[in-house]
């Protein structure tokens, strides 16, 4: 089977991915920059520094968040290395706009602006809590997975967040959908509170030949939540590539 590289999202680490490990044993886990350890670059230079570790043989891309906007960033500049995109949670343009209403609100954005710029210890934890918003949990089962999900000893930077939310902020990959022609796989959660399922939606619609696979009563990491069935999903449809 294709090589098969993890992108995860905004604030988090390659940790995000421990239910998919097991299942998936012999791919990638890449860390954003200034995320999980790894070095923080410029905004500007996230996507060289993530192809500088894309294999040689062309890649199945699994991107959650904006780890999706990265996997469709890279299909655009590096199409020869990109064999096909999974893309979780993820929505071509994160911010609204006048011509998109599927995108993070103001006040929510502005809420992480301004705890990054505080430095808010508090800023995870509020994120956290939104990517399991709309899951049907027990404290008991929010407490393991965010126990278990997060990479305590090495956090993010303030620099890897700065930088993470400006590619969040101007990123707007809505154009490009005309130039993917890899087979891709959305998967998205129908209660997800952060990128609109209608997102999902709208990328399935907009690349040619794409397959779209909901979860419902789910929120923005069906990757945790939904492990089994995402699991389950993402592993089908990547055999028969």
């Known amino acids: 089977m294709k090589p098969l590289l993890f992108l995860h999202g905004w604030a988090q680490s390659q940790q995000i991915w421990f239910r998919q490990r097991d299942r998936f044993p012999e791919a990638l886990y890449l860390n954003l920059p200034g995320h999980g350890g790894a070095d923080a670059v410029a905004a500007d230079a996230w996507l060289d ?7 040689e043989t062309p890649c199945v891309l699994a991107g959650w968040s904006l780890g999706g906007e990265l996997a469709l960033a890279l299909a655009q500049r590096f199409p020869e290395r ?3 995109l999974a893309l979780i949670s993820t929505t071509p343009r994160f911010r609204t706009a006048e011509d998109w209403d599927m995108g993070c609100n103001a006040d929510l954005f502005a809420g992480f602006e301004a705890a990054v710029a505080g430095a ?14 709309g899951d049907d949990l027990s404290r008991s ?10 990479d305590r000893d090495r956090p993010v930077s303030a620099a890897g967040l700065r930088s993470g939310l400006e590619l969040l902020a ?6 490009a959908m005309a130039d993917i022609a890899l087979p891709t796989l959305v998967m998205h959660g129908e209660q997800d509170a952060i990128v609109s399922v209608d997102a999902g939606r709208w990328l399935a619609d907009s690349i040619a030949g794409s397959r779209l696979e909901l979860f419902s009563g789910c929120g923005h990491a069906p990757l945790l939540t939904r492990a089994e069935l995402f699991n389950t999903t993402l592993f089908n449809w990547w055999s028969r590539l």
Do not use: G, K, T
Not at 141 to 150: F, S, T
């Open 170 to 175: 101007r990123l707007d990959l809505r154009a």
């Open 49 to 55: 520094a993530l192809a500088e570790q894309l294999p």
């Open 82 to 84: 990109i064999a096909a």
């Open 120 to 133: 808010s210890p508090r800023l995870l934890n509020r994120f956290f809590a939104l990517m399991l918003h």
């Open 141 to 150: 089962e929010y407490n393991a997975l965010a126990r278990l999900a997060v």
